[in-house]
């Protein structure tokens, strides 16, 4: 099992961009798929961005495409999460996490997934 840990969030503006980074150790992360899910309080843990094992394109949940980016460096064994743009409404806890094995799966339900980060707040505010 891979452990993952995230960093980087924080509190900005609306509009304002922000990074997370989520380092892998344990295991090679290039052998994982990988994903980003957020959850605010009382809701359901919602899908924000995944990218598949051997893969450099990255799947996006429809409140996010267009301002956030997934993508890896695997020498550093980390995935980040670029948040550009952002809303009132990013503001949430956000999680990074990892499925091995097998390439084809849901990559927007958070089940798939067995190795989780301990997640990083991210506020937008004015």
């Known amino acids: 099992q891979v452990q993952l840990v995230e960093s980087g969030g924080g509190l900005v503006q609306p509009g304002d961009s922000l990074r997370l980074s989520c380092v892998a150790s344990?295991?090679?992360?290039?052998?994982?798929?990988v994903g980003w899910f957020r959850q605010v309080p009382g809701k359901e843990r919602e899908f924000v961005a995944a990218m598949r094992r051997g893969f450099d394109n990255g799947y996006y949940g429809n409140a996010v495409k267009g301002r956030f980016t997934i993508f890896r460096e695997n020498a550093e064994n980390t995935v980040y999460l670029q948040m550009n743009k952002m809303k009132s409404w990013d503001t949430a806890v956000y999680y990074c996490?990892?499925?091995?094995?097998?390439?084809?799966?849901?990559?927007?339900?958070?089940?798939?997934?067995?190795?989780w980060g301990q997640g990083t707040q991210v506020t937008v505010s004015s």
């Open positions: 996490a990892a499925k091995g094995g097998d390439n084809a799966y849901y990559l927007n339900r958070a089940s798939e997934y067995e190795s």
């Open positions: 344990g295991r090679n992360l290039s052998a994982y798929g």
